[in-house]
């Protein structure tokens, strides 16, 4: 059973371009979270999705960002008009149920020049 | 409001000798925590958790953490580090009713000497 599938594990994006990162949850799995770290900072909450829903986007910015889990294929989080500030490694994590065990993944780092 | 602390941002020990990361937090209630290990260029693994019970807790590789209420610590504790340890450890709180919401704290970086 492969873990959480995150691609791709590196990106570079020149400002104002638009990132997309893509993430396979564990296979069952249909909570989907999302969570960015920045340089020397701990990961911070973004986004919770199950299929076609999003449930708390309270940790996402209130502009250039969006995510998705449809209903088929990996749930997928968009940068628009990517920043240097966006530049960050952004981890996604999957779970069977809404309070058990979260496996994450190994994360995309996305860089903005 | 809610934060995690952890006080070391990098701590060096020689292998074969203890360790002890530290963790403290500010929450309203209690609730779950957990230690999280990142290797270089990896995801999170989780070590261990606590949600109720014995407060000394077991988890993967040889870990043990306790949780004190009237210190809000959660610090984790591994008898005999190996060079294998070498990694960045996050403690995490999470909410009874939303656990997936983790907050957690800037990671402490562990190195090992030979």
């Known amino acids: 059973n492969a873990g959480v599938m995150q691609n791709p594990r590196h990106l570079v994006r020149r400002r104002g371009q638009e990132a997309r990162l893509r993430c396979s949850p564990m296979?069952?799995?249909?909570?989907v979270y999302w969570y960015r770290q920045l340089p020397e900072e701990g990961l911070k909450f973004m986004v919770y999705l199950q299929k076609e829903n999003i449930i708390d986007e309270s940790g996402m910015p209130k502009e250039r960002f969006s995510a998705e889990f449809p209903k088929e294929g990996p749930s997928i989080l968009r940068i628009q008009q990517v920043v240097r500030g966006d530049s960050a490694a952004y981890f996604c994590?999957?779970?069977?149920?809404?309070?058990?065990?979260?496996?994450f993944g190994q994360g995309t780092r996305l860089t903005v020049v | 409001a809610q934060s995690v602390t952890q006080p070391d941002i990098h701590i060096t020990v020689s292998e074969g000798a203890s360790l002890e990361l530290r963790c403290n937090y500010s929450y309203g209630a209690t609730p779950y925590l957990f230690w999280y290990v990142q290797s270089p260029g990896q995801g999170l693994q989780l070590l261990l958790k606590y949600f109720s019970g014995d407060t000394l807790v077991q988890g993967i590789k040889g870990f043990e953490a306790e949780f004190k209420r009237s210190q809000s610590s959660f610090n984790l504790r591994k008898p005999s580090v190996h060079w294998s340890d070498a990694a960045e450890y996050f403690c995490a709180v999470g909410a009874r009713d939303s656990s997936y919401k983790l907050i957690f704290g800037s990671g402490t970086r562990l190195l090992v000497r030979p």
């Open positions: 296979k069952g799995h249909s909570h």
């Open positions: 994590a999957s779970s069977l149920g809404k309070n058990t065990e979260a496996f």
